[in-house]
């Protein structure tokens, strides 16, 4: 049974930073490529940033600069840093995982598991 529990949101000031963590139960990150996404109150869900089984990583080209993803394999665990937050940074963000490759990564119907979400606000 694949779970992908998520940890890391809450308040933040404008300017901070923020590390959303995302762990994987039941199958490992060398078979998958991870997403994250994040959905703004009113909006559409929307592709932050992927990274595949080999560690190659793709973003949004608005938001690569504050963005980061990364795996650690040991801990099974994959991390979104997120630095010199902004208001409108104020989303759910998910963490995702889909089989093979990232093509189409910032299709949300490329993942078959998500995780629970976690609140971000910036104030």
């Known amino acids: 049974h694949v779970q992908l529990v998520e940890s890391g949101g809450g308040s933040v000031q404008a300017g901070g930073s923020l590390r959303h963590s995302c762990a994987a139960r039941?199958?490992?990150?060398?078979?998958?490529?991870m997403g994250w996404f994040r959905r703004p109150p009113g909006k559409e869900r929307e592709g932050i940033a992927v990274i595949d089984s080999d560690g190659d990583t793709a973003y949004a080209e608005s938001l690569k600069d504050r963005f980061t993803i990364s795996v650690d394999k040991a801990k099974n665990t994959l991390y979104l840093q997120i630095n010199s937050l902004k208001p409108e940074d104020s989303a759910t963000y998910y963490c995702?995982?889909?089989?093979?490759?990232?093509?189409?990564?910032?299709?949300?119907?490329?993942?078959?598991?998500w995780g629970q979400g976690t609140q971000v606000t910036v104030s």
């Open positions: 995702a995982a889909a089989l093979g490759s990232a093509y189409s990564w910032d299709d949300p119907r490329r993942y078959t598991y």
């Open positions: 039941g199958y490992t990150y060398d078979t998958y490529c």
